[in-house]
């Protein structure tokens, strides 16, 4: 079994979810921010996963605050700035740190596996790792890398 399927993480309302939950689909893990230039991202993401979905794409958003301080509200204001603003229907995380000594296991494997420009280190907000069905990370993409960009290699691995 993939060590990511060993992971859990706290969904946006509380509830510790396995990502064993998402075994034999195809994960999409960005870590997002709702008040930073790239949260526009949050449409193309729902648009994918609304696309893909029942051909296993699965899109997992963690909200971070450790980049110019962007997701500064709680569960609630997140919910709303992606649900309402943004349509939002796919599965929202509890708030993670993705740098430093509180790193969320989630994102220190992702970033192992998948180092990226920065080495370990992720460089800012909607930042996307791309898992296949087996549990083993694919491939990074930047936050410059909009949703629209990575559709050929989301259905290169559906």
């Known amino acids: 079994m993939s060590p990511f399927y060993q992971l859990t993480a706290t969904s946006l309302n509380g509830q510790l979810i396995p990502m064993t939950d998402y075994a034999d689909k195809v994960v999409l893990v960005v870590n997002t921010a709702s008040h930073c230039g790239f949260t526009p ?16 794409l699965v899109v997992l958003g963690f909200p971070c605050n450790q980049f110019g301080k962007q997701e500064p509200g709680g569960a609630e204001e997140i919910a709303q700035t992606c649900h309402i603003n943004y349509g939002v229907s796919f599965p929202m995380f509890g708030k993670v740190e993705v740098n430093g000594t509180s790193t969320h296991p989630i994102f220190r494997y992702l970033k192992d596996e998948l180092p990226g420009v920065l080495g370990g280190r992720i ?36």
Not at 130 to 147: E, M, N, S, V, Y
Not at 148 to 155: D, G, P, V, Y
């Open 41 to 56: 991202q949050y449409a193309g993401l729902e648009s994918l996963y609304k696309k893909y979905a029942a051909q296993g």
């Open 123 to 158: 460089k800012w907000n909607f930042t996307k790792f791309l898992i296949g069905r087996d549990g083993k990370p694919i491939k990074r993409f930047a936050p410059t890398t909009t949703p629209e960009k990575m559709e050929s290699a989301i259905l290169a691995a559906l």
